[in-house]
């Protein structure tokens, strides 16, 4: 069971404080939300952050690219160090190539699927993925309601991975808490992304209440 905590929700003139204080208090990944005013209604940021949070962490750099013909940015988030590229099936006309991009540049990769898209979209890819990330709220925006009708598709994953015997990762995304975390596992989930509860407050003992909820 992995936490990765999202930067959207951290200082963003502290990166490098936040990134080091999210490690320290048991960060497994670090989630960058990279979002372009087009895919996605919000604009945040792009490689250069993950370049400069790059040296300050030994977290694995989650990078979910929430941008249009996401396939043009690989070679730029390599560059700059990211670890793992998550990409939207709602973003390109080329989710197997994208995908296929990804795992040649030799990083992780990650096949994204929006509340409103059904696992099907997704189903041919799974075997070259190392994580499937379920959204849990719709992309653009940190502080919603986590959305449980997504859990569905979280059971769905987890029996067809048994199923065929493969071992990618999956994640969850939005509004996830101490409570809702507890739904994410039951159903299959072994990542979660969490913003606004880990930074509401205390991020330490935040951390430490959502990996208690989780044992
Ligand atoms: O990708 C996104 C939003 O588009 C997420 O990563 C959010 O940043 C999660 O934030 P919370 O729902 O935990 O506040």
Redesign the pocket.
């Given at each position: 069971m992995k936490l990765a905590p999202?930067i959207?929700?951290a200082d963003f003139g502290n990166f490098e404080r936040d990134a080091r204080r999210l490690e320290a208090a048991g960060a497994d990944y670090l989630?960058i939300?990279i979002?372009d005013g087009h895919f996605?209604e919000?604009i945040s940021f792009g490689a250069d952050v993950v370049k400069a949070i790059r040296p300050v962490t030994k977290c694995l750099l989650d990078c979910?690219l929430?941008v249009e013909n996401p396939e043009k940015y690989v070679a730029s988030f390599a560059q700059a160090g990211a670890d793992s590229l998550s990409i939207h099936v709602e973003a390109t006309r080329h989710i197997h190539g994208a995908i296929q991009k990804v795992n040649a540049a030799g990083l992780r990769s990650a096949v994204v699927i929006n509340p409103g898209t059904d696992i099907s979209s997704i189903k041919h890819v799974l075997e070259i993925v190392d994580m499937v990330l379920v959204?849990t709220?719709n992309?653009?925006?940190?502080?919603?309601k986590f959305i449980p009708e997504c859990l569905e598709k979280v059971r769905e994953l987890s029996e067809i991975r048994q199923f065929r015997g493969l071992d990618f990762e999956i994640e969850v995304?939005?509004?996830?808490d101490n409570q809702t975390i507890i739904a994410c596992r039951d159903a299959g989930a072994d990542v979660f992304?969490?913003?606004?509860?880990?930074f509401d407050g205390n991020v330490e003992e935040n951390i430490a209440t959502l990996r208690a909820a989780l044992n």
């Open positions: 999202s959207l929700a989630h939300d979002m996605v919000n979910h929430m959204m709220v992309p653009g925006f940190g502080g919603q995304d939005g509004g996830v992304v969490a913003g606004s509860y880990i």
